[in-house]
Every structure is written in structure tokens, then in C-alpha cells.
């Protein structure tokens, strides 16, 4: 059935104002957007002042993040393996130590087994360590011979590897035993404190981006408190009042990760080439990681989210107490 | 369109400011409200604006209950309202185009309409061809055409004024009353809150006269 013309022709005005309202709705926001940006250039004193400010708390928490994410690299690379170094009693010789690393391939729980005689042990030594030229000076080879084993991966309990590592002991070759987790664990309990410093940090370095961006926010509210009041007096809901306000925190937080973004990266690129060349003298593969493009987005997301947040508060606050008079 | 119903406002350090305020306002009338400098015109313009409330009583505007309103509702309501103050309350860094299209932008108008009703406005107060000079480059008689122009743009159902004219020399005063007579014509209510005795007597309109927080002339 045809609907009667005068339905259709009101439902199709209807329509046709809901999309005008959307449109202008849109057109507001937009303008808001930008006039905003267009005021923090009109004072490009304060608003490089505060942005800078902002930055350099964020890029603070971000620089902390990505020192500590270098160094876990660094220690990531040495999973958390359960490898035993047999340590040979100095009388033992190479024949003998060959023999026993034989022997300790048949054992039930060893998956692999690696022996370095003495020389080995001091050729990679001579080769790694940078003391070349001194060993050389030296009669005798202090360095032990070294059965290294690798224990089966299902013995991964703590209790599993201390009974082996004490059966080891008892071997009348072996001088002394050392698992490799243990520092291992050190070093990642180390590590663990470390990110949460971080984080910590962090944690107050966005309060304090917050509160600095609320401020301004609320000083900018306290410089066109005029055009605040005849907005209201004209009938302009909160939401509207608020909108420019709320925008002008997100630019100031957004520009903020930004600028924090460029100075950590620039401060990664100061350090870059003398810890490339440390890390060749260790023979190491280490490569200095930047932030990457993930975390550029949650770096550009969490400034501007933090900063819109204490606009938000103090506008919340702020924009009742305001009555026109 | 406006009815006060045993209106009383008393503010806690002031005392009382209005007592027991009983009037009607149609639609398409035109009232000065007069009486000596405190006596409440500002507070009963106030009441009507929503920038405060009354005490006891009851404030009809347009078949809606004013007196008891919450906050969310009330920028929605002062849509229907045009105010217009003795000292123009312009934006000042914002162009006369600006200044009068605020209420149509606040109320989420398109731009081409809003581009149309503000020049049909700013044709109302003869000001057509000033829409891109800023408040202060105008004289005070354009200044508060520019304010009528914001007052008359959302096409308010009731327009209220508090001194419109107190800044403005006679002739000038003469010609912003002409102007508030033709919207009357339009079938807009309006209230002018006026002390310049001679004028009001001049033109001949009602006046409501406030002595002490009392209505003692409606």
C-alpha cells in the first residue's frame, strides 16, 4: 500500500533535518578542531611553553620505557635456559674430560652435551674478551676445562635441576657446578624492578601532563569567561561550550607526543653510533630499538587522551561554577 | 506567552527583592517595565532569562514552567528567549557576521541558513555590508544593532531588554524603541526594562512599575 503523500513528504523533511543537524553537528566539530589550533597559534609563546613542557614529561616516561625495553633485548636473548656448566677439577686431561662428557651423554636426563677443553675455553676467551694481548703474556692456562649440558626440557622444576646439579657434584672429576638460570634470574628480577620503576614513573608523568594541560585549559576557560557567558545566554548547551576547550587539550597533548616522540628518537640517534660501536667490541649483535610505529600510536593516544582527560576535569568543574550575571 | 503567578525572590543576604509579582504578557505585546535603580527590574529580567530562580511562585513562559527547571533544559529554552543589555555584551574579537550568527550556531543551524537569517537580521537593523568589521570599529548605536541583530536572529518568541538605550543618545534611543515596535508586529513579545520616563510616555505602551520588589502600576 502507498502511504498517503503527505506522510511521505513530512517523513522525507524530517529526514532531510536530521541530516541538516548532522551536518552542522559535524561542521561544528570540525570547526572546533581547528579554530582551536588556530588559537594556540595565535599565542605561539604560551603554547610553545606548555607544549614543551608536556613534552618533555612525556618523553621522560617514553625514554625510561625505551631504555629499559634496550636492556631487557639485551637480556631477552638469554631465554631461560636450564644449561649446567660442569667445571673439571684441574688434574683432569682432555682425554679424560672427553671420556666423562661421553659418559654424560647416557645420562637419562641430558639432552646435549658440549665439552670445551682448556685451550678451546682460552682461544674463545683470548677472541671475545679484549685481554688478548695480556693472556698471552701468561705461563700456564688458568682457565678450567667445561663440560656444558643441557638438561631434557622436562625437567624444568627447580627441585628436578637441584637433584641433578648435586648428582653432578658428586662426580670425583667435577670441581664445582653452576646453572646458568641463576643469574639469569638475577638479571631478570633486575629487569622486572626496573619496568616497574618505570611504570611508576610514568604514572606521574601522565598526573602531571594531566594537570598541566587541565590548567591551562582552566586559565584559557578564565581568558574568555566573556564568550563563555553569552554562549549560555544565547542557549548553548555545555557540551557545545566545552567542545573548542576540550579540543584545544587535545591539540596541546597530541603536538606534545609528538615533540616527545621527535626528542627521544633524536636522543636514541645521539646515543646510537657509540653503543653500535661497544656492542661491536663485545662481539655482540645488539641493535639499538627505536619506538616503533605501534608504539608512536599509543605514544600520540595516551598524550592526547591524558591531556583531553584534564581539560575534561576542569571544564566539568569549572563551567558550573560560571554564571552569567 | 509570559505569566508571573505570585512571584517572590529573596536572596540570602539581600533580602527580599521581589514580592508577590502577578502580571500577563501576550503574544505580540510590547511592555516597559520602569521603576527607580534597585527596585527589581534587573532581577525580575533575570528570573525570565534563567540566570536565576525564583523563590516561590510560578513563571510561565510559553505554556512551559520556568520557575522549576534543571540545568540540561534550560539552553533549550533560552532559544526562545532574544536578550539584549545595556552594554551589548558583543564578542569583540569576533566580526559582527559572527557575533549575530552565535544563537544559530549554538543551536546547530546549517551554514547556509545561518548565512541567510544573519543578513536577513543584520537587513532588520540596517546594518547590511558591516558583516566583517569588528564590534569596536562601530559606533555605539551600531553596537547595539548588532545586539538586536543576535537578539532577533533565532526569531525568539520573546525579547527582553535591560536598558537597551541607556548608552545611546535620544535620537538613536528613538530609533532602536521603532525597532523593537515593528517586531511586535511579528507577533513577538517584548519587555523593556527602561527608566527613561520620557520615552516610555512618548511612545504610550503599557508599564509595569516596580517600587521595592512591588508591582504598584501593570
Not at chain 2, 77 to 100: A, E, H, M, P, S
Not at chain 2, 103 to 126: F, M, T, W
Request: a positive charge; proline letters at 3%; one cysteine or more.
Amino acid at each position: 500500500m502507498k502511504k498517503p503523500k503527505t506522510i511521505r513528504k513530512h517523513q522525507q523533511s524530517l529526514k532531510d533535518k536530521l541530516v541538516e543537524k548532522f551536518e552542522a553537528y559535524l561542521l561544528n566539530h570540525a570547526h572546533g578542531l581547528f579554530s582551536s589550533l588556530g588559537r594556540l597559534t595565535r599565542t605561539p609563546f604560551t603554547s610553545a611553553m606548555t607544549i614543551l613542557v608536556l613534552a618533555v614529561a612525556i618523553s621522560l616516561a617514553g625514554g625510561f620505557y625505551i631504555v629499559v625495553g634496550n636492556i631487557q633485548q639485551l637480556t631477552g636473548n638469554l631465554e631461560a635456559s636450564n644449561q649446567m656448566s660442569l667445571f673439571l677439577k684441574d688434574n683432569i686431561t682432555d682425554s679424560a674430560g672427553q671420556k666423562l662428557a661421553d659418559q654424560l651423554k647416557q645420562h637419562p636426563s641430558s639432552e646435549a652435551v658440549k665439552f670445551i677443553t682448556k685451550k678451546q675455553a682460552m682461544d674463545e676467551f683470548k677472541a671475545n674478551s679484549g685481554f688478548g694481548e695480556a693472556l698471552t703474556a701468561l705461563d700456564t692456562n688458568p682457565l678450567p676445562s667445561v663440560i656444558q649440558v643441557q638438561p631434557k626440557n622436562s625437567l624444568d622444576s627447580n627441585d628436578d635441576i637441584e637433584k641433578l646439579m648435586a648428582e653432578f657434584k658428586q662426580l670425583p672429576q667435577v670441581d664445582f657446578v653452576q646453572v646458568d638460570m641463576q643469574w639469569i634470574e638475577r638479571m631478570q628480577t633486575i629487569m622486572l624492578i626496573a619496568s616497574r620503576a618505570v611504570f611508576l614513573v610514568s604514572l606521574l608523568l601522565g598526573f602531571a601532563v594531566t594537570f598541566i594541560t587541565g590548567n591551562t585549559i582552566r586559565l584559557e576557560l578564565h581568558h574568555r569567561r566573556d564568550e563563555v557567558y553569552i554562549s549560555k545566554l544565547v542557549g548553548a548547551t555545555l557540551a557545545f561550550i566545552q567542545r573548542p576547550f576540550l579540543y584545544c587539550g587535545f591539540w596541546l597533548g597530541f603536538i606534545a607526543g609528538f615533540s616527545a616522540w621527535l626528542i627521544i628518537t633524536i636522543m636514541l640517534l645521539i646515543v646510537e653510533s657509540p653503543v653500535e660501536k661497544l656492542s661491536t667490541l663485545y662481539n655482540s649483535a645488539f641493535e639499538l630499538q627505536f619506538l616503533g610505529f605501534f608504539e608512536f600510536l599509543a605514544l600520540l593516544l595516551l598524550a592526547s587522551g591524558l591531556a583531553v582527560l584534564g581539560s575534561w576535569g576542569v571544564l566539568h568543574y569549572q563551567l558550573r561554577q560560571l554564571k552569567p550575571q | 506567552m509570559l505569566r508571573f503567578e505570585h512571584v517572590y525572590k529573596r536572596y540570602p543576604d539581600a533580602g527580599e527583592a521581589l514580592t508577590d509579582i502577578n502580571f500577563d504578557l501576550s503574544k505580540g505585546e510590547m511592555a516597559f517595565l520602569t521603576g527607580r535603580s534597585g527596585a527589581g527590574k534587573s532581577t525580575l529580567l533575570k528570573l525570565i532569562a534563567m540566570m536565576e530562580q525564583c523563590t516561590r511562585g510560578t513563571i510561565m513562559l510559553d505554556g512551559q514552567n520556568i520557575s522549576r527547571i534543571s540545568d540540561r533544559k534550560i539552553p533549550y529554552l533560552r532559544r526562545n528567549l532574544g536578550l539584549i543589555f545595556q552594554d551589548y555584551k558583543l564578542l569583540n574579537d569576533r566580526t559582527v557576521f559572527d557575533n549575530v550568527a552565535l544563537p544559530l550556531i549554538v543551536s546547530g543551524i546549517n551554514h547556509q541558513e545561518v548565512s541567510r537569517r544573519v543578513r536577513a537580521s543584520l537587513d532588520k537593523v540596517s546594518l547590511l555590508g558591516k558583516e566583517k568589521k569588528y564590534p569596536l570599529h562601530l559606533s555605539g548605536g551600531e553596537q547595539q544593532r548588532v545586539g538586536i541583530a543576535r537578539a532577533i536572529v533565532n526569531k525568539p518568541k520573546l525579547i527582553l531588554a535591560d536598558e537597551p538605550t541607556g548608552n545611546l543618545d535620544p535620537g538613536l534611543s528613538a530609533e532602536v524603541m521603532h525597532m523593537f515596535e515593528e517586531f511586535k508586529y511579528n507577533g513577538t513579545s517584548v519587555l523593556i526594562a527602561t527608566h527613561d520616563i520620557e520615552l516610555i510616555n512618548r511612545l504610550g505602551h503599557r508599564v509595569l512599575t516596580l517600587d521595592k520588589g512591588h508591582l504598584i502600576a501593570s
